[in-house]
């Protein structure tokens, strides 16, 4: 068996909930793979580490030595959780830290991956990027944790002074979710991009069940008065 596919193999056992990185796994490693060397990866929502096990399958794909992958999550099991692990024949307590989880699963893959704890809504990629990273630019985000408003808006005020135009990617693995099963609360991401159709290209629909979508920046100021009906 070939290295990458046997990374590949060890990253289809990682328990996934939602429609995380096995819904996504092709496009996570695509995407990860175009990342340059010395380049950054910045997952929102990782859980037990599925989607992150996919994005370092790309990164061993490319051959690169030398890109790192910061995952962030609150690292907390709820009521929700606790019930789709349950589909896994896992269990885990309501409040238990799954951090030690994550390392674990990811373990097996030489890839550099670091953790942030701090929740989307507060992170603050410059002070990551002075302690861990070589360089501090972001080439990819992959966002599958909570696209409401405020995360949302949170996540691309931080995080965009550090992106690239035509080179960095934005996943956002819920995109369609909301729209789709007509959710109202959870499809802003989709008035987001709409409002800001010359800031973001569309360059790919993941197909279900993902609902996902990627998105390229193009550069340009960014609109946050984004109207909902
Ligand atoms: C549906 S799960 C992601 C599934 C995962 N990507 C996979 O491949 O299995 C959502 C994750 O987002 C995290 N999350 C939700 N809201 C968050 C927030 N505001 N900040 C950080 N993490 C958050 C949760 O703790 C959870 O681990």
Known sequence: ???YTYYRK???KIPSI???GRANEDALINYASQVPENGNILEFGPFLGSSTAFLACGVLKSGRKNVTICSVDNWVINESYQRQLKKHHIEMEIGHNFRSEFFDNLKPFPVK???SDISKEEIRWGLIANHFMSDEKIHLVVDDSDNHKIPTDHMFQNLSPYFTPNVTIIMLLDFFWGKVKKL???DYQVDFMEA???VFQLIECIPAPSLGAAFLYKGGKINYEVKQP
């Open 1 to 3: 068996m070939g290295f």
């Open 18 to 20: 939602g429609f995380g």
């Open 10 to 12: 060890i990253a289809k």
């Open 196 to 198: 800001n159709k010359e």
């Open 184 to 186: 109202r609360d959870l």
């Open 113 to 115: 991956i670091i953790i």
